[in-house]
């Protein structure tokens, strides 16, 4: 099964709503999920490119997530909104791939490296910066993690984060004062333990 990145969005004519069409893939019905990922498609496109390094990064988390939610449909609790499940998937997705490649062998810097231009280095440390933000995303608690991504890095406001995922808020605002105390002192534990080498 495969999705791809188009033009997308809610469709007018669409009657059934998330978690109907949500049930109707469960029961077995072979169009209903590619309806409801449709209904959700730029939102969600948006999500993964504001959590990926590049496009293809965001495509391909984007692919990995909808077979999650394809294969796990039917373990939805049916006391969130299903816009904020996918949310969630999507989200982790992008933060796992962004993991594995930080875990992957990287090449060592060649002797000459003083050679290439101050803004190739500059733009590597800041891929530095960024893997180790994502690194720190990542040992947050979920809600905390999806909090701050959609407050910090997605930039909707406190109003728009409570909607998408379905908390007060309130709750929004607790759990990204939270997540960002927590990132401050994991970031500082990553740079402590990379300047130790």
Same mark, same amino acid.
């Given at each position: 099964?495969h999705?791809f990145?188009g033009?997308?969005?809610? =469709?007018?004519d669409?009657?059934?709503?998330?978690?109907?069409l949500?049930?109707?893939?469960?029961?077995g019905?072979?169009?209903?999920?590619?309806? &409801?990922f449709?209904?959700?498609?730029?939102?969600?496109w948006h999500?993964?490119? %504001?959590?990926?390094?590049?496009?293809?990064?965001?495509?391909?988390?984007?692919?990995?997530?909808?077979?999650?939610?394809?294969?796990?449909?039917?373990?939805?609790? /049916?006391?969130?909104?299903?816009r904020?499940? &996918?949310?969630?998937i +999507?989200?982790n997705?992008c933060?796992?791939?962004? %993991?594995?490649a !930080?875990a /992957?062998?990287?090449q060592?810097l060649?002797? =000459?490296?003083?050679?290439?231009?101050?803004?190739? %280095?500059?733009?590597?440390?800041?891929?530095e910066?960024?893997l180790?933000?994502?690194?720190?995303?990542?040992? &947050?608690?979920?809600e905390?993690? &999806?909090?701050v +991504?959609?407050? =910090?890095?997605?930039?909707?406001s406190?109003?728009e984060a409570?909607?998408?995922l379905?908390?007060p808020?309130g709750?929004?605002?607790?759990?990204?004062?939270r997540g960002?105390t !927590?990132?401050?002192?994991?970031?500082?534990?990553?740079r402590?333990?990379?300047n130790?080498?």
């Amino acid at each position: 099964m495969h999705f791809f990145r188009g033009e997308g969005g809610d =469709d007018p004519d669409v009657e059934p709503s998330d978690i109907e069409l949500l049930g109707a893939h469960v029961a077995g019905d072979p169009h209903a999920f590619a309806k &409801l990922f449709h209904r959700h498609q730029n939102h969600l496109w948006h999500v993964a490119k %504001r959590t990926s390094y590049s496009a293809e990064d965001a495509a391909d988390a984007l692919q990995d997530a909808m077979l999650s939610a394809h294969r796990t449909a039917s373990s939805f609790r /049916r006391d969130a909104a299903v816009r904020s499940w &996918l949310h969630t998937i +999507v989200v982790n997705a992008c933060l796992d791939r962004i %993991r594995r490649a !930080k875990a /992957r062998p990287t090449q060592p810097l060649s002797p =000459d490296e003083d050679a290439h231009p101050p803004s190739r %280095r500059d733009e590597a440390a800041g891929v530095e910066t960024r893997l180790m933000i994502q690194q720190a995303l990542h040992r &947050l608690p979920d809600e905390q993690r &999806l909090a701050v +991504v959609t407050v =910090d890095i997605e930039g909707h406001s406190v109003a728009e984060a409570a909607r998408i995922l379905g908390v007060p808020p309130g709750t929004v605002k607790s759990r990204c004062a939270r997540g960002r105390t !927590k990132l401050a002192e994991l970031l500082e534990y990553f740079r402590y333990d990379g300047n130790r080498s």
